[in-house]
């Protein structure tokens, strides 16, 4: 079983940048796609960003295009989201996902397993 836990996120200002962190457990990150997805209050989960286990493919939601990058390092089993220029409307818990596939998570958004989440709030 792959368990995954979050940190970083916190309460910033419009405009403002937050690193998240995903750290894996259980087994080897390197044999899994990652990715990131969020939830908003009232609203159903979104994709965020995903990224190959080699990271040669990366995907991005539209309305983070240019503002996040996901990376990954193999060799610490933690996968990231450095995210910029936030907006209220990045506000959502924000969870760490896990598939053995890229195509899973990247296109078909959807994944195995997932962390327990960690909120992200955005103030204007």
């Known amino acids: 079983q792959l368990r995954l836990v979050e940190s970083g996120g916190g309460s910033v200002r419009t405009g403002g940048s937050l690193n998240l962190s995903c750290v894996a457990s259980?087994?080897?990150?390197?044999?899994?796609?990652m990715g990131w997805f969020r939830q908003a209050p009232g609203k159903e989960r979104e994709f965020v960003a995903a990224i190959s286990w080699e990271s040669y493919s990366k995907y991005y939601e539209d309305s983070v295009k240019g503002r996040f990058t996901i990376s990954r390092d193999n060799s610490k089993n933690s996968v990231y989201l450095q995210m910029g220029n936030l907006r209220p409307e990045d506000t959502a818990v924000y969870f760490c996902a896990a598939d053995q596939f890229i195509r899973t998570v990247g296109l078909e958004r959807k994944a195995r397993f997932w962390g327990q989440g960690t909120q992200v709030t955005v103030s204007s």
């Open positions: 259980g087994r080897t990150v390197s044999d899994y796609a």
